[in-house]
T-cell receptor
Framework: DQQVKQNSPSLSVQEGRISILNCDYTNSMFDYFLWYKKYPAEGPTFLISISSIKDKNEDGRFTVFLNKSAKHLSLHIVPSQPGDSAVYFCAASARGATNKLIFGTGTLLAVQP | KAGVTQTPRYLIKTRGQQVTLSCSPISGHRSVSWYQQTPGQGLQFLFEYFSETQRNKGNFPGRFSGRQFSNSRSEMNVSTLELGDSALYLC?????????????FGAGTRLSVL
């Protein structure tokens, strides 16, 4: 049972435009959500997170939006840069199992120069 | 501050053997979690250790085990290796009281079982 889903395996965006990566979850016990970026042969790198008590969190070019009623979150990257090309994973954790991250399957983002 | 360090980076074993992977967390981090990444199953949680005690466990068979030492370094062991155990094994550490659940990952150990 895939509790965290990223339905788009890949996304291609032009440099300077907005990249929007989506993630859906099914477990209503999840209360913390994170986005990680991963290059091949490296571990995931933390990007941004959001608690379920918020609906938006910004950090520089990265903004995460959380819609609890829809059980949906999205990561916006503005403006997109070629160096952003990587696989992006969303992850979720529940209260009581805060370090047990449940990951989505990832979205490969390609930013074209 | 040094990041999460995993050794070795690459490992080749044959079926039936056992293997031990090592993880040194970021200084001051007391929680260490392990994940398995495969093309078919993605990133899956194995277990978490905090203060030398296993605090959470994923859905993996008993062949997968771990431990944590008093200095927070952790090891995971896989016994009786199977071909399907070929994967990237990732270790992550976090602060005990961050409340933000952010885990920081090492580069991983790539295990190939022949």
């Amino acid at each position: 049972d895939q509790q965290v889903k990223q339905n788009s395996p890949s996304l291609s965006v032009q440099e300077g435009r907005i990249s929007i990566l989506n993630c859906d979850y099914t477990n209503s016990m999840f209360d913390y959500f994170l986005w990680y970026k991963k290059y091949p042969a490296e571990g995931p790198t933390f990007l941004i997170s959001i608690s379920s008590i918020k609906d938006k969190n910004e950090d520089g070019r990265f903004t995460v939006f959380l819609n609890k009623s829809a059980k949906h979150l999205s990561l916006h990257i503005v403006p997109s840069q070629p160096g952003d090309s990587a696989v992006y994973f969303c992850a979720a954790s529940a209260r009581g199992a805060t370090n047990k991250l449940i990951f989505g399957t990832g979205t490969l983002l390609a930013v074209q120069p | 501050k040094a990041g999460v360090t995993q050794t070795p980076r690459y490992l080749i074993k044959t079926r039936g053997q056992q293997v031990t992977l090592s993880c040194s967390p970021i200084s001051g981090h007391r929680s260490v979690s392990w994940y398995q990444q495969t093309p078919g199953q993605g990133l899956q949680f194995l277990f978490e250790y905090f203060s030398e005690t296993q605090r959470n466990k994923g859905n993996f068979p008993g062949r997968f085990s771990g431990r944590q030492f008093s200095n927070s370094r952790s090891e995971m062991n896989v016994s009786t290796l199977e071909l399907g155990d070929s994967a990237l094994y990732l270790c992550a550490s976090s602060l005990p009281t961050s409340g933000s659940n952010i885990q920081y990952f090492g580069a991983g150990t790539r295990l190939s079982v022949l």
